[in-house]
Protein backbone atom coordinates (compact mmCIF):
# COMPACT_ATOMS: atom_id res chain seq x y z
CA UNK A 1 0.00 0.00 0.00
CA UNK A 2 1.34 3.12 -0.96
CA UNK A 3 1.08 6.14 1.23
CA UNK A 4 1.13 9.78 -0.15
CA UNK A 5 2.56 13.03 1.32
CA UNK A 6 3.32 16.34 0.18
CA UNK A 7 6.25 18.87 -0.17
CA UNK A 8 5.19 22.63 0.05
CA UNK A 9 7.12 25.46 -1.28
CA UNK A 10 7.63 28.50 0.47
CA UNK A 11 9.78 31.76 -0.74
CA UNK A 12 10.10 35.00 1.80
CA UNK A 13 8.35 34.49 4.92
CA UNK A 14 8.35 38.76 6.44
CA UNK A 15 7.52 39.46 9.60
CA UNK A 16 4.48 41.86 8.21
CA UNK A 17 1.98 41.17 5.66
CA UNK A 18 2.17 44.56 3.94
CA UNK A 19 5.94 43.14 3.27
CA UNK A 20 4.59 40.00 1.51
CA UNK A 21 4.88 39.92 -1.76
CA UNK A 22 3.01 37.62 -4.52
CA UNK A 23 5.11 34.51 -3.44
CA UNK A 24 5.40 35.15 0.07
CA UNK A 25 3.80 34.06 2.91
CA UNK A 26 3.81 36.31 6.32
CA UNK A 27 4.38 35.45 9.12
CA UNK A 28 1.11 34.87 10.78
CA UNK A 29 -0.48 33.26 8.07
CA UNK A 30 2.98 30.94 7.95
CA UNK A 31 2.15 30.56 11.91
CA UNK A 32 -1.30 29.71 11.25
CA UNK A 33 -0.37 27.11 9.03
CA UNK A 34 2.40 25.30 11.36
CA UNK A 35 -0.55 25.40 14.26
CA UNK A 36 -2.89 23.31 11.83
CA UNK A 37 -0.25 21.21 11.17
CA UNK A 38 0.74 20.53 14.66
CA UNK A 39 -3.05 20.11 16.02
CA UNK A 40 -3.63 17.51 13.45
CA UNK A 41 -0.46 15.83 14.99
CA UNK A 42 1.55 16.34 11.30
CA UNK A 43 5.05 16.33 11.54
CA UNK A 44 6.57 19.24 9.17
CA UNK A 45 10.08 18.05 8.27
CA UNK A 46 12.83 18.93 6.11
CA UNK A 47 12.70 17.00 2.75
CA UNK A 48 15.82 14.74 3.23
CA UNK A 49 14.74 13.79 7.22
CA UNK A 50 11.22 12.85 5.22
CA UNK A 51 13.05 10.87 2.82
CA UNK A 52 15.66 9.58 5.14
CA UNK A 53 13.36 7.26 7.40
CA UNK A 54 11.20 5.00 5.15
CA UNK A 55 8.03 5.40 3.85
CA UNK A 56 6.11 5.13 7.75
CA UNK A 57 4.40 8.43 8.83
CA UNK A 58 6.02 10.74 6.24
CA UNK A 59 4.13 13.90 7.37
CA UNK A 60 4.63 16.61 5.28
CA UNK A 61 8.01 18.07 3.72
CA UNK A 62 8.71 21.86 4.19
CA UNK A 63 11.19 23.51 2.02
CA UNK A 64 11.78 27.54 1.40
CA UNK A 65 13.15 28.51 -1.93
CA UNK A 66 16.28 31.08 -2.82
CA UNK A 67 17.09 31.57 0.99
CA UNK A 68 15.80 34.90 1.60
CA UNK A 69 17.05 36.21 4.91
CA UNK A 70 12.89 35.88 6.29
CA UNK A 71 13.50 32.58 6.29
CA UNK A 72 15.84 33.43 8.69
CA UNK A 73 14.77 35.82 11.28
CA UNK A 74 11.17 34.84 10.93
CA UNK A 75 9.97 31.41 9.97
CA UNK A 76 13.53 29.60 11.47
CA UNK A 77 11.99 30.83 15.21
CA UNK A 78 8.46 29.97 14.52
CA UNK A 79 9.48 26.40 13.45
CA UNK A 80 11.66 25.71 16.38
CA UNK A 81 8.78 26.59 18.46
CA UNK A 82 6.77 23.96 16.91
CA UNK A 83 9.39 21.78 16.79
CA UNK A 84 9.35 21.09 13.27
CA UNK A 85 12.50 21.79 10.64
CA UNK A 86 12.47 22.53 6.49
CA UNK A 87 14.88 22.59 4.20
CA UNK A 88 16.52 25.88 2.31
CA UNK A 89 17.51 25.73 -1.13
CA UNK A 90 20.18 28.29 -1.57
CA UNK A 91 21.59 30.09 -4.61
CA UNK A 92 25.45 30.62 -3.63
CA UNK A 93 25.55 33.74 -5.82
CA UNK A 94 23.30 35.21 -3.78
CA UNK A 95 24.31 34.44 -0.09
CA UNK A 96 25.11 37.42 2.37
CA UNK A 97 23.54 40.17 -0.87
CA UNK A 98 20.61 42.41 0.72
CA UNK A 99 17.15 40.18 1.90
CA UNK A 100 19.18 36.81 1.26
CA UNK A 101 20.50 34.76 4.39
CA UNK A 102 24.54 35.13 5.53
CA UNK A 103 26.26 31.87 5.34
CA UNK A 104 26.90 31.65 9.19
CA UNK A 105 22.85 32.44 9.41
CA UNK A 106 22.79 28.82 6.81
CA UNK A 107 24.80 27.41 9.56
CA UNK A 108 22.99 28.57 12.02
CA UNK A 109 19.89 26.54 10.41
CA UNK A 110 21.71 23.81 10.08
CA UNK A 111 22.57 23.35 13.57
CA UNK A 112 18.94 23.77 14.29
CA UNK A 113 18.34 20.99 12.16
CA UNK A 114 17.45 22.09 8.59
CA UNK A 115 18.72 20.98 5.47
CA UNK A 116 20.85 23.21 3.46
CA UNK A 117 20.55 22.09 -0.13
CA UNK A 118 21.33 23.71 -3.97
CA UNK A 119 18.91 25.78 -5.62
CA UNK A 120 22.00 26.50 -8.71
CA UNK A 121 24.72 28.94 -8.45
CA UNK A 122 22.97 31.70 -10.36
CA UNK A 123 18.99 30.59 -10.57
CA UNK A 124 19.47 30.40 -14.23
CA UNK A 125 17.09 28.22 -16.51
CA UNK A 126 18.56 25.46 -16.89
CA UNK A 127 17.24 24.36 -20.11
CA UNK A 128 18.93 27.74 -22.12
CA UNK A 129 22.45 26.80 -21.26
CA UNK A 130 25.32 24.26 -22.59
CA UNK A 131 26.69 21.11 -20.68
CA UNK A 132 29.58 23.15 -19.40
CA UNK A 133 27.04 25.94 -18.16
CA UNK A 134 24.59 23.20 -16.39
CA UNK A 135 27.37 21.01 -14.77
CA UNK A 136 28.74 24.78 -13.40
CA UNK A 137 25.47 25.50 -11.83
CA UNK A 138 24.93 22.04 -10.37
CA UNK A 139 28.51 21.22 -9.72
CA UNK A 140 29.88 24.45 -8.18
CA UNK A 141 26.97 24.92 -6.00
CA UNK A 142 27.42 21.83 -4.35
CA UNK A 143 30.81 22.18 -3.37
CA UNK A 144 30.32 25.48 -2.23
CA UNK A 145 27.24 24.70 0.36
CA UNK A 146 29.01 21.94 1.03
CA UNK A 147 32.44 23.78 1.78
CA UNK A 148 30.28 26.55 3.79
CA UNK A 149 27.52 24.84 5.87
CA UNK A 150 29.73 21.49 6.15
CA UNK A 151 26.87 19.19 5.65
CA UNK A 152 26.21 17.16 2.71
CA UNK A 153 24.41 18.52 -0.33
CA UNK A 154 21.99 15.63 -1.95
CA UNK A 155 18.81 17.31 -3.36
CA UNK A 156 18.92 19.80 -6.45
CA UNK A 157 15.99 22.50 -6.40
CA UNK A 158 15.12 23.43 -10.36
CA UNK A 159 15.32 27.10 -10.81
CA UNK A 160 11.70 28.16 -12.15
CA UNK A 161 10.82 24.86 -12.15
CA UNK A 162 12.77 24.42 -15.24
CA UNK A 163 14.86 20.90 -16.12
CA UNK A 164 18.17 21.19 -18.85
CA UNK A 165 18.10 20.00 -21.54
CA UNK A 166 17.39 16.21 -22.23
CA UNK A 167 20.56 15.08 -23.37
CA UNK A 168 22.09 16.84 -20.30
CA UNK A 169 19.91 15.26 -17.63
CA UNK A 170 22.36 12.95 -16.79
CA UNK A 171 24.39 15.83 -15.59
CA UNK A 172 22.11 15.93 -12.53
CA UNK A 173 23.23 12.65 -11.29
CA UNK A 174 26.93 13.13 -12.64
CA UNK A 175 27.53 15.74 -10.23
CA UNK A 176 26.31 13.88 -7.06
CA UNK A 177 22.74 14.52 -6.41
CA UNK A 178 20.53 11.92 -5.77
CA UNK A 179 17.11 13.73 -5.84
CA UNK A 180 15.17 16.47 -7.58
CA UNK A 181 12.53 19.22 -6.00
CA UNK A 182 10.50 20.58 -9.21
CA UNK A 183 7.74 22.88 -9.11
CA UNK A 184 5.22 20.26 -10.34
CA UNK A 185 1.81 20.23 -8.58
CA UNK A 186 1.18 16.48 -7.34
CA UNK A 187 1.55 14.49 -4.35
CA UNK A 188 4.59 12.47 -3.85
CA UNK A 189 4.39 8.44 -3.32
CA UNK A 190 6.51 5.19 -4.13
CA UNK A 191 7.27 5.84 -8.17
CA UNK A 192 8.81 9.76 -6.55
CA UNK A 193 10.78 8.27 -4.07
CA UNK A 194 11.74 5.60 -6.65
CA UNK A 195 12.63 8.30 -9.36
CA UNK A 196 13.72 10.73 -6.64
CA UNK A 197 11.84 13.24 -8.12
CA UNK A 198 9.36 15.15 -6.42
CA UNK A 199 6.32 17.66 -6.53
CA UNK A 200 5.50 20.78 -4.72
CA UNK A 201 2.70 22.61 -3.72
CA UNK A 202 3.92 26.40 -3.74
CA UNK A 203 2.14 28.26 -0.51
CA UNK A 204 2.20 32.14 -1.44
CA UNK A 205 -0.11 35.12 0.17
CA UNK A 206 -3.23 34.16 -1.08
CA UNK A 207 -2.96 30.35 -0.41
CA UNK A 208 -6.43 30.24 1.76
CA UNK A 209 -6.54 27.58 4.95
CA UNK A 210 -8.70 25.32 2.65
CA UNK A 211 -6.12 25.22 0.18
CA UNK A 212 -3.50 24.32 2.57
CA UNK A 213 -5.83 21.71 4.09
CA UNK A 214 -6.06 20.14 0.86
CA UNK A 215 -2.39 20.30 -0.22
CA UNK A 216 -1.32 18.46 3.02
CA UNK A 217 -4.36 15.84 2.89
CA UNK A 218 -4.05 15.66 -1.07
CA UNK A 219 -7.79 16.22 -2.02
CA UNK A 220 -6.52 16.35 -5.44
CA UNK A 221 -10.43 17.98 -6.11
CA UNK A 222 -10.00 20.84 -4.00
CA UNK A 223 -6.77 21.49 -5.68
CA UNK A 224 -7.59 21.53 -9.48
CA UNK A 225 -7.93 24.64 -10.06
CA UNK A 226 -4.43 25.75 -8.78
CA UNK A 227 -3.29 22.69 -10.99
CA UNK A 228 -4.79 23.96 -14.02
CA UNK A 229 -3.46 27.65 -13.50
CA UNK A 230 0.09 25.90 -13.18
CA UNK A 231 -0.50 23.57 -16.43
CA UNK A 232 -1.47 26.43 -18.16
CA UNK A 233 1.60 28.56 -17.37
CA UNK A 234 4.04 25.77 -18.52
CA UNK A 235 1.84 25.08 -21.48
CA UNK A 236 2.73 29.01 -22.48
CA UNK A 237 6.09 28.66 -21.38
CA UNK A 238 6.61 25.53 -23.96
CA UNK A 239 5.22 27.59 -26.78
CA UNK A 240 7.25 30.88 -25.97
CA UNK A 241 10.69 29.72 -24.62
CA UNK A 242 11.96 30.84 -21.02
CA UNK A 243 12.99 33.81 -22.11
CA UNK A 244 9.89 35.87 -22.74
CA UNK A 245 7.82 33.63 -20.57
CA UNK A 246 9.61 35.18 -17.70
CA UNK A 247 8.47 37.95 -19.07
CA UNK A 248 4.78 36.94 -19.23
CA UNK A 249 4.53 35.44 -16.27
CA UNK A 250 5.93 38.30 -14.01
CA UNK A 251 3.28 40.72 -16.09
CA UNK A 252 0.53 38.58 -15.03
CA UNK A 253 2.09 37.81 -11.33
CA UNK A 254 2.26 41.66 -11.00
CA UNK A 255 -1.41 41.96 -12.53
CA UNK A 256 -2.95 39.64 -10.23
CA UNK A 257 -1.04 40.79 -6.82
CA UNK A 258 -2.61 44.06 -8.33
CA UNK A 259 -6.18 42.86 -8.68
CA UNK A 260 -6.68 41.20 -5.23
CA UNK A 261 -4.62 43.59 -3.48
CA UNK A 262 -7.79 46.24 -4.65
CA UNK A 263 -10.04 43.66 -3.04
CA UNK A 264 -11.40 42.43 -6.70
CA UNK A 265 -11.62 38.71 -7.44
CA UNK A 266 -9.28 37.86 -10.19
CA UNK A 267 -10.55 36.19 -13.47
CA UNK A 268 -10.03 32.24 -12.89
ZN1 LIG B 1 14.02 30.07 -6.88
Known sequence: MSR????????????????????????LAL???????RDRAIAGRSLEAVLGDGAESPGVAITFDDAQRSNYEVAFPLFAEAGMTATVFVVPAWVGRTGYCTWSQLRELQAGGWSIQSHTQ?????????AAAVMHELADSRREIE?????PVMTLALPNGDWP????RHLLEGSGYQYIATSRWHANGDAERRRGVFGRYTVRRDTQPEAF???????PGKLSR?????????????SLGVRRYGAIRRYLVDRRAATSAAGVTPPS
Open 31 to 37: ARQLAWL
Open 4 to 27: HWAALMYHATPARHEDADYFAVPA
Open 122 to 130: THPFLSTLD
Open 226 to 238: ESLRLATLSLVRR
Open 165 to 168: QRRY
Open 213 to 219: DAMVTDL
Open 147 to 151: DNVGA
